[in-house]
C-alpha cells in the first residue's frame, strides 16, 4: 500500500514571492515551444536549458506540461535568499524531466529475450554502458555494474554479467520483488556499437514503454559555486547517476555542487541509479582518493580531504543551508538524499523517502534513505522514511544535527545509524519502528520522548580518529577516537514489537562505555531494560504492549497498548537538562545556540508539566493509536 504523495503541485509558490520585484522576469517552457522564441507565455522556449542560459537573479523558468529529455546545467544562481533563480513546473501541470530516451527497434533473439544495437554516436560525450559504478567505498561483489539502466513502463530491470542469465533468470534471493528480478538486462559494447539484451518475459518492447538512461544527471551545475536556485514540483527520474562517495564529487540526479541556498520542493524523484539528490562537495577537493591511493586507510583520506574543503570555503557563510521539503523520493539505488560536507546547517523536512537499495546487488558504505557527512547544525525534521537499507545514516561530524519528529519502519538494517560522530546530536519525538532503531558508535547523543519499538545497539570505535568542531561552525577543533557514552535518555518509550535473541531491547547495550551517560522518565515495556540503576522509571517486562504499525489507503497508525502509565513523575526537558556534548562542549540546542524546550509533542501539543513519556502527550493507560503520517 502506497503512503499519500505529499507533493502538492502549484500550491506551494512561496519562492516565487522571493523571486518577484520590478526586474524580475518569467521564462515559459513548453514542448510545442522553440529555442529561438523569445521565452514569453505566447512564446515559450521549447527546452529548459535555453531558459537557464537566459535567467539572471531574481528570474522565474515556468515549465509547462510534458517529458523534457535533457540535462539542465544552469551557468548561473541568484544573488540572495530574496533574488533567486526558480525553476518550477506550472500551477496543475505534470511536468517530467528525464535522463533516459526511449528506444525502439528491439529485434526478438530467443524466446523472451530481445535485443537492441545502437551506435555508440547515440549517446553522445557519456555512455553509461561503458561506465561501471565506481567509487571509494563501493563494492561490486565480484562483477561490473554500469550506470546505465533498462525500465519497462517505468520499472528498472536488473542488470546482470552475462547473457546466459538474462536468457535463464533466476530471482535474486532476498529481493522485495522476486518475480521483478527475473527481467534481467545485459550490454556489451566495442568502438563502435553498444548491444543490450533483456528478458521482457510476456511483454514486447517494441509495444511498450522502454527507455534507457543515458544522461548522468538531470539537474546540475558543472560549475561549483551557484547559489540561491529553487527546483519546484518536477517529476525528475531516470538519471544514470555514479556512486557518491564522500571523498569524491557527488553527483545525483539532483545535485547542488558546493553551493548554498538551494532549494529543492514539491518533487517526485524517482530510478536513479544511484543517488536522487546530492549535496555534496566537489572534484577539486578530491574524487576517489582512497581508491586511487589504497596505500593507506580511507578514514585518513577523508580527514584530508575534510581540511582541503576548509582550506576550499566550507563555512556556514559559503557552502550549504539548503532546503529540502515536500519531496516524495523513491526506487533510488544507493541514496534518497546524501551530502558530504555540503548538507551542513540545511533543513531536511516532510520528505516521504521510500525503496531505496531495494535491489542490493552491490554494496558499500553509503547506503540509505539519507546518508550525510558532517550534519553540523542540520535539521531533519518531519520526514517518512520506510523500506529503505538504514533509514538515517550519520557519518563522521554530525554535530549540533536534530532529528525531530520522523517515521521511520521496514528498514532492514536500523532507522537510525550514528558513525563516529562526538554530538551533540539530538534525536526527539520520533517512531522507530524497524527492528534495529538504533546503532550508535557515536558518542554526545541525546534521545528526547522517541518511541523505540526495536532494538538499540551500541559499539566503540577505537581505531578511528574523526573531527569535531567549535560550536556551529565547521572550523575543527579536536580529534578523537570513540570509546562510547555521553549519551542521554529523558522521557522515552520503549515498546519492542517483537523480540529476537542477541538483540537489545532498551538500552542495556550501554555498560561498558567509557564516558557515563544521563537518564531519566523513560518507560520499558516487554523484554525493554533500563540502564543500570536507574531510578526513575517504569518497568513492565511481563506487560506486552502489542505495537503495531499499519498503513491505512494514504495513511499511516501506530498501535499500542500500556499499563501502570498514569502518574508517572516526569519533568519537561529543555537545553539545560542536557547539558553539553564533551568534546565539542556545545549544548543541545538551536543552531542560533538558543536553547530548546522540548514543550510539544509530535502531534503539536503542548505538553504539560509532568509529560508523558514516548512522543504522544495524548498516549494513556489502556488501548492507543495515532495517525503519523
Given amino acids: 500500500m502506497k503512503l499519500k504523495s505529499i507533493i502538492k503541485f502549484g500550491t506551494v509558490l512561496a519562492t516565487f ?64 535568499d530574496a533574488k533567486r533563480i526558480v525553476y518550477r513546473a506550472a500551477a ?30 547515440f549517446f553522445g560525450d557519456y555512455n553509461p554502458y561503458k561506465d561501471p559504478i565506481f567509487g571509494d567505498w563501493y563494492w561490486n561483489h565480484g562483477w561490473t555494474q554500469h550506470t546505465g539502466e533498462v525500465f519497462l513502463n517505468d520499472k528498472s530491470l536488473w542488470e546482470t554479467d552475462s547473457l546466459s542469465k538474462v536468457i535463464n533468470p533466476v530471482p535474486f534471493k532476498g529481493a522485495l520483488d522476486e518475480e521483478g528480478s527475473t527481467y534481467k538486462w545485459y550490454c556489451e559494447s566495442d568502438d563502435e556499437n553498444t548491444t543490450i539484451y533483456a528478458n521482457f518475459h510476456k511483454f514486447n518492447p517494441n509495444k511498450e514503454s522502454v527507455e534507457i538512461s543515458v544522461r548522468r544527471t538531470c539537474f546540475y551545475p558543472e560549475k561549483a559555486g551557484l547559489n540561491y536556485i529553487t527546483i519546484s514540483g518536477f517529476h525528475i527520474s531516470q538519471a544514470a547517476s555514479q556512486w557518491a562517495a564522500p571523498t569524491a564529487e557527488q553527483i545525483g540526479m539532483v545535485a547542488t555542487h558546493w553551493n548554498k541556498g538551494w532549494i529543492i520542493e514539491n518533487c517526485v524523484i524517482s530510478n536513479a541509479k544511484c543517488s536522487g539528490i546530492t549535496l555534496g562537495k566537489e572534484r577539486g577537493t578530491g574524487h576517489n582518493v582512497w581508491s586511487a591511493d589504497p596505500s593507506y586507510d580511507g578514514s585518513l583520506h577523508y580527514i584530508e580531504v575534510t581540511f582541503r574543503t576548509l582550506r576550499n570555503g566550507w563555512s556556514r557563510e559559503n557552502i550549504g543551508s539548503h532546503t529540502v521539503r515536500n519531496n516524495e523520493i523513491f526506487d533510488c539505488g544507493q541514496t534518497g538524499i546524501c551530502g558530504s560536507m555540503g548538507a551542513a546547517f540545511s533543513l531536511i523536512e516532510n520528505n516521504h523517502i521510500h525503496h531505496i537499495y531495494t535491489k542490493a546487488q552491490y554494496s558499500g558504505a553509503e547506503m540509505g534513505g539519507i546518508k550525510f557527512h558532517a550534519a553540523i547544525d542540520t535539521r531533519i525534521i518531519n520526514n517518512c522514511i520506510h523500506h529503505c537499507d ?240
Fill in 17 to 80: 514571492l522571493f523571486a518577484t520585484s520590478l526586474s524580475a522576469r518569467e521564462y515559459h517552457v513548453s514542448v510545442k515551444g522553440d529555442d529561438k522564441n523569445q521565452g514569453s507565455e505566447n512564446a515559450p522556449f521549447r527546452t529548459i536549458q535555453r531558459a537557464a542560459d537566459a535567467a539572471v537573479a531574481g528570474d522565474v523558468i515556468t515549465v509547462h506540461a510534458g517529458v523534457y529529455r535533457e540535462w539542465i546545467n544552469p551557468p548561473r544562481g541568484g544573488d540572495s
Fill in 92 to 121: 496543475g501541470e505534470k511536468v517530467e524531466i528525464k535522463g533516459s530516451e526511449p528506444v525502439k527497434g528491439w529485434e526478438k533473439t530467443e524466446g523472451s529475450v530481445w535485443k537492441i544495437t545502437l551506435s555508440n554516436t
Fill in 390 to 629: 538504514r533509514g538515517l545514516w550519520l557519518d563522521w561530524m554530525a554535530q549540533g544535527t536534530r532529528v525531530s519528529h520522523n517515521v521511520m519502519y521496514a528498514n532492514w538494517s536500523e532507522d537510525v545509524y550514528m558513525e563516529v560522530n562526538h554530538g551533540p546530536t539530538l534525536l526527539d519525538n520520533n517512531v522507530f519502528a524497524s527492528n534495529t532503531n538504533i546503532w550508535s558508535m557515536s558518542q554526545g547523543g541525546a534521545f528526547v520522548h522517541n518511541l523505540f519499538a526495536g532494538a538499540v545497539r551500541v559499539n566503540p570505535e577505537k581505531s578511528r580518529y574523526t573531527p569535531y568542531h567549535l560550536p556551529h561552525s565547521t572550523e575543527v577543533a579536536g580529534l578523537s577516537i570513540i570509546l562510547n557514552g555521553d549519551d542521554r535518555y529523558y522521557n522515552n518509550l520503549f515498546l519492542p514489537a517483537s523480540v529476537e535473541e542477541k538483540r537489545h531491547y532498551g538500552v542495556p547495550a550501554y555498560g561498558k562505555e567509557a564516558y557515563p551517560s544521563f537518564a531519566d522518565g523513560n518507560a520499558y515495556y516487554s523484554a525493554a531494560e533500563p540502564f543500570k540503576d536507574e531510578k526513575n522509571i517504569i518497568l513492565q517486562p511481563p506487560f506486552k504492549p502489542a505495537f503495531a504499525l499499519e498503513e491505512r489507503a494514504d495513511e499511516l497508525y501506530v498501535f499500542f497498548d500500556l499499563q501502570s502509565f498514569s502518574g508517572f513523575k516526569t519533568k519537561i526537558i529543555d537545553s539545560e537538562t542536557l547539558g553539553k556534548a564533551k568534546f565539542p562542549r556545545e549544548g543541545y540546542e538551536n543552531p542560533d545556540g538558543s536553547p530548546i524546550r522540548f514543550d510539544v509533542d509530535f502531534e503539536g501539543n503542548t505538553r504539560k508539566s509532568g509529560p508523558a513519556p514516548g512522543p504522544f502527550e495524548a498516549a494513556k493507560n489502556g488501548k492507543n493509536s495515532f495517525r503519523v503520517w
